[in-house]
């Protein structure tokens, strides 16, 4: 078997062991700023809309729901607080692509890719557009995102690319002796503050006259006296026209998505801010977000105050779908990022970390968000982003309006959004599966980016992992 270059340049492990000294386990996003609190659901309420989930993907709904109809009478429900799950401790790569990359969407629905592509632009500038109107706090920087090639195979998959950067144009953009070649898409990604985005739609939210409860975990979604839908929490319940599901991760309150989506955890870490010689070291004056090429990747960007995130590579999956507190913290999967951070900029060792985390990702078998109904048409909704939920969640949302809506629309006709993909098997295949893929994906990059005959057969019937 071969070697990546992270085993061939391995930092010493004194670096790594000083670098973890002191570091808190807790989401730096979290940390640094003031939480809104919002009240638990204590009572019975009659409403037009109610959505269950208090992430990206609820609260984009919430808020195009009053600016499609600001007298509609819209309530969110949210089990723990808002932006405490992959909302507000993602790494805050807000992506143009609702496909999870172009070359996912050809492969899926070639007929409608670029139309896709065109859509998801379009949703990026939504964004931008909502972001300014209603005066956002943020940190929204659209840098675009730069593709990596550490490896020599993966260099040559960007000579191609109309955004290709060679060797020195990749090194002029971010000094890293890692970095072979690059693709720089330009104005496809923004760089935002998770949890400010998160809290920040609450606030434009409820500016709107959403109703917002949190500590209101649902235990069911029941048939009301026709045509309604009650959604029940433990103390309270809402009487609603229709509901929006945005729960993601967690189980679905559908019995037909139990088998959809699996939680694979994912892993990250922040440095102190870097003084400004460090940051000359490394350039990254344009601060992109950046990720490698590997099937098992990692990706990096810059914070308001020059700190530098760096995530990825393990992707964890728990025997029977697990989410649970105790999983993230996981030292080996922090202490192997700490060391390809400093393979990957060794003119920083000595910098530390100040915080380590972790957040379960709802991973699809076709890596991107599929859409559905259920209860005759009054309750809508969506989940399986696999990591790409901070920008794909508000066309998300337009979806599923457009459903409960009951008319047909340009987004409804997709194809891409018709089709539901294949669900993985249950328990003990799940985890028996997720593993041998992983390991098969390892086995890739350690081979040149060969994929054996059980990865192009998980890719043939479109049955998948990623990270």
């Given at each position: 078997?071969g070697?990546?270059?992270?085993?061939?340049?391995?930092?010493?492990?004194?670096?790594?062991?000083d670098?973890?000294?002191?570091t808190?386990?807790?989401?730096?996003?979290?940390?640094?700023?003031?939480?809104p609190?919002?009240p638990?659901?204590t009572?019975?309420?009659?409403a037009?809309l109610v959505?269950?989930g208090?992430?990206?993907?609820?609260?984009w709904?919430?808020?195009?729901?009053?600016?499609?109809?600001?007298?509609?009478?819209v309530?969110?429900?949210e089990?723990?607080?808002?932006a405490?799950a992959?909302?507000g401790?993602?790494?805050?790569?807000?992506?143009?692509?609702l496909?999870h990359?172009?070359e996912?969407?050809?492969?899926?629905?070639?007929?409608?890719?670029?139309?896709?592509?065109?859509?998801?632009r379009?949703?990026?500038?939504?964004?931008?557009?909502?972001?300014?109107?209603?005066?956002?706090?943020?940190?929204?920087?659209?840098t675009?995102?730069?593709?990596?090639?550490v490896?020599p195979h993966?260099a040559?998959?960007?000579?191609d690319?109309?955004?290709?950067?060679?060797?020195?144009?990749?090194?002029?953009?971010?000094?890293?002796?890692?970095?072979?070649?690059?693709?720089?898409?330009?104005d496809?990604?923004?760089?935002v503050?998770?949890?400010?985005?998160?809290?920040?739609l609450?606030?434009?939210?409820?500016?709107?006259?959403?109703?917002?409860?949190e500590?209101s975990l649902?235990?069911?979604?029941?048939?009301?006296?026709?045509?309604?839908?009650?959604v029940r929490?433990?103390?309270?319940?809402?009487?609603?026209?229709?509901?929006?599901l945005?729960?993601?991760v967690?189980?679905?309150?559908?019995?037909?998505n139990?088998?959809?989506?699996?939680?694979?955890?994912?892993?990250?870490?922040?440095t102190?801010?870097?003084?400004?010689d460090?940051?000359a070291s490394?350039?990254w004056?344009?601060?992109?977000?950046?990720?490698?090429?590997?099937?098992?990747?990692h990706?990096?960007r810059?914070?308001s105050?020059?700190?530098?995130?760096?995530?990825?590579?393990?992707?964890?999956y728990?025997?029977?779908?697990?989410?649970?507190?105790k999983?993230e913290?996981?030292?080996?999967s922090?202490?192997?990022?700490?060391?390809?951070?400093?393979?990957?900029?060794p003119q920083?060792?000595?910098?530390?970390?100040?915080?380590?985390?972790?957040?379960?990702?709802?991973?699809?078998?076709?890596f991107?968000?599929?859409?559905?109904?259920?209860?005759k048409?009054r309750?809508?909704?969506?989940?399986?982003?696999t990591?790409l939920?901070?920008?794909?969640?508000?066309?998300?949302?337009?979806v599923?309006?457009?459903?409960?809506?009951?008319?047909?629309?340009?987004?409804?006709s997709?194809?891409m959004?018709?089709?539901?993909?294949?669900?993985?098997?249950?328990?003990?295949?799940?985890?028996?599966?997720?593993?041998?893929?992983?390991?098969?994906?390892d086995r890739?990059?350690?081979?040149?980016?060969?994929?054996n005959?059980?990865?192009?057969t998980?890719?043939?019937?479109?049955?998948?992992?990623?990270s």
């Open positions: 078997m070697t990546t270059v992270f085993e061939r340049q391995r930092p010493a492990e004194r670096v790594v062991e670098s973890l000294r002191g808190a386990l807790g989401v730096f996003w979290l940390d640094e700023i003031d939480r609190a919002y638990q659901l009572r019975t309420i009659r037009d959505i269950v208090g992430g990206y993907a609820g609260l709904t919430a808020v195009r729901a009053k600016e499609r109809d600001p007298d509609r009478h309530v969110v429900l089990a723990s607080r808002i405490w992959a909302s401790r993602n790494g805050g790569f807000c992506e143009s692509s496909t990359g172009y996912n969407g050809l492969n899926r629905w070639p007929e409608e890719v670029d139309r896709l592509e065109e859509m998801g379009a949703n990026l500038d939504g964004i931008a557009e909502t972001i300014n109107r209603y005066g956002m706090d943020a940190d929204f920087e659209r675009g995102q730069l593709a990596v090639a490896e993966q040559e998959w960007y000579r690319s109309p955004h290709y950067l060679d060797r020195e144009a990749v090194q002029a953009e971010v000094h890293s002796s890692t970095f072979l070649a690059g693709e720089w898409d330009r496809g990604c923004a760089m503050h998770p949890a400010k985005l998160c809290f920040e609450a606030r434009v939210a409820t500016d709107l006259g959403v109703e917002i409860y500590h649902v235990r069911a979604i029941e048939d009301a006296d026709a045509p309604l839908v009650s929490t433990a103390r309270g319940q809402v009487v609603a026209d229709a509901a929006a945005a729960t993601n967690f189980p679905s309150l559908l019995r037909r139990r088998l959809m989506t699996v939680p694979v955890y994912d892993y990250v870490l922040m102190e801010p870097l003084s400004a460090q940051l490394i350039g004056s344009h601060r992109q977000g950046l990720a490698d090429s590997a099937n098992q990747f990706y990096y810059l914070t105050d020059n700190r530098i995130l760096f995530g990825g590579y393990d992707a964890i728990h025997f029977g779908g697990k989410v649970r507190p999983y913290d996981r030292i080996e922090h202490r192997t990022l700490a060391s390809h951070f400093f393979t990957t900029f920083l060792a000595g910098l530390r970390f100040t915080h380590r985390w972790a957040g379960a990702i709802d991973s699809s078998s076709r991107c968000a599929f859409f559905g109904t259920a209860r048409g309750v809508a909704y969506a989940t399986g982003f990591g939920g901070v920008g794909a969640a508000r066309f998300a949302a337009d599923m309006l457009d459903k409960l809506s009951g008319a047909e629309t340009e987004r409804t997709l194809r959004v018709r089709e539901r993909p294949l669900p993985f098997p249950p328990e003990p295949a799940a985890s028996i599966g997720v593993n041998l893929v992983r390991a098969a994906m890739a990059d350690h081979h040149e980016g060969k994929r005959l059980f990865l192009k998980l890719d043939a019937v479109g049955l998948g992992f990623d």
